[in-house]
């Protein structure tokens, strides 16, 4: 198995979580939702677990989220073009 570097994809790999809900949420429901995730993650206790772990804790926003993940998908596109993966 080659490394990204031997298959000829200059990659670094990392890892994160986000939260999801269904489309059909209300919008202020999101923002509920929202608000108490940022405060949860703002928490020097929580921050502090994070860090311990090893982790960054991140707070973002929805937009700042949406921008993250439609980088990753085009970041990772060729790895799984290349891959032949079929869904």
Same mark, same amino acid.
């Given at each position: 198995?080659?490394?990204?570097?031997?298959?000829?994809?200059?990659?670094?790999?990392?890892?994160?979580?986000?939260?999801?809900?269904?489309?059909?949420?209300?919008?202020?429901?999101?923002? +509920?939702?929202?608000?108490?995730? +940022?405060?949860?993650?703002?928490?020097?206790?929580?921050?502090?677990?994070?860090?311990?772990?090893?982790?960054?804790?991140?707070?973002?926003?929805?937009?700042?989220?949406?921008?993250?993940?439609?980088?990753? +998908?085009?970041?990772?596109?060729?790895?799984?073009? +290349?891959?032949?993966?079929?869904?």
């Amino acid at each position: 198995m080659p490394t990204f570097k031997e298959a000829g994809l200059d990659l670094v790999a990392t890892g994160w979580g986000v939260f999801f809900a269904p489309a059909s949420l209300p919008k202020d429901k999101v923002e +509920r939702l929202s608000q108490a995730i +940022r405060e949860v993650m703002r928490d020097p206790d929580t921050q502090r677990k994070f860090t311990d772990s090893k982790l960054t804790p991140v707070v973002s926003t929805q937009a700042q989220t949406e921008a993250m993940l439609s980088a990753f +998908r085009a970041k990772w596109a060729p790895v799984v073009q +290349r891959s032949g993966f079929q869904p």
